[in-house]
């Protein structure tokens, strides 16, 4: 059960953030479109740039946990499985402090903009912590994808990043560069 609603949150995140790409795409085409008829298209750049951390911190989870994240595997991967273990539960453990710092941080932080009404200062003018919400999920999302991966590991299973990646490789859905 909690394993079925962690592994929909993550992929929720992840379709989250496509969907966020969508609309900048949406939103720069738009724009583009609105120039050339000589309409005013000031304020777009801030909502852009909204939607932009929004779909790289919804991705984020989702992403780790299915194994497209940049890793380098040289080390773990000649390392006999005990140790290689080893340094994966390491490596988790050190993830989990860095992400569920961040989430913190952000956390707080943006707790702190919604305390002083902090506005943005562009031509759209909101609360920051409405687009700054999508960062908070985001990278708490992040932390949880690692804490689970972490639990596995533990657990004795393999990476679900590892396998994710391998069963791309057996399928051929992508090709390693030389």
């Keep these: 059960m909690i394993r079925r609603t962690l592994n929909a949150m993550f992929d929720a995140a992840g379709a ?3 969907f966020f790409v969508f609309v900048i795409f949406a939103v ?3 724009t583009s ?4 008829v000589g309409w005013r298209t ?3 750049e801030d909502i852009v740039s909204w939607l932009t951390a929004a779909a790289a911190f919804f991705g984020m989870a989702h992403t780790f946990k299915h194994g497209d994240f940049v890793r380098v595997g040289l ?5 006999a499985p005990p ?7 390491a490596g988790l453990c050190v993830g989990s402090l860095f992400t569920g710092y961040l989430a913190w941080s952000v956390s707080a932080y943006v707790y702190d903009s919604f305390q002083v009404n902090d506005m943005s200062n562009g031509l759209v003018v909101i609360p920051l912590w409405i687009p700054q919400l999508s960062i908070v999920i985001g990278s708490t999302l992040f932390f949880l994808a690692m804490v689970d991966e972490l639990v596995q590991v533990v ?3 393999r990476p679900s990043y590892v396998t994710a990646v391998e069963e791309r490789h057996a399928k051929g859905d992508f090709t390693e560069d030389v």
């Design 75 to 79: 080390l773990l991967e000649n390392l």
């Design 83 to 89: 140790w290689r273990r080893a340094f994966e539960i």
């Design 33 to 36: 479109m609105f120039r050339l």
């Design 16 to 18: 989250l953030a496509a």
């Design 155 to 157: 657990g004795g299973a």
């Design 42 to 44: 000031g304020g777009f």
């Design 28 to 30: 720069m085409i738009g």
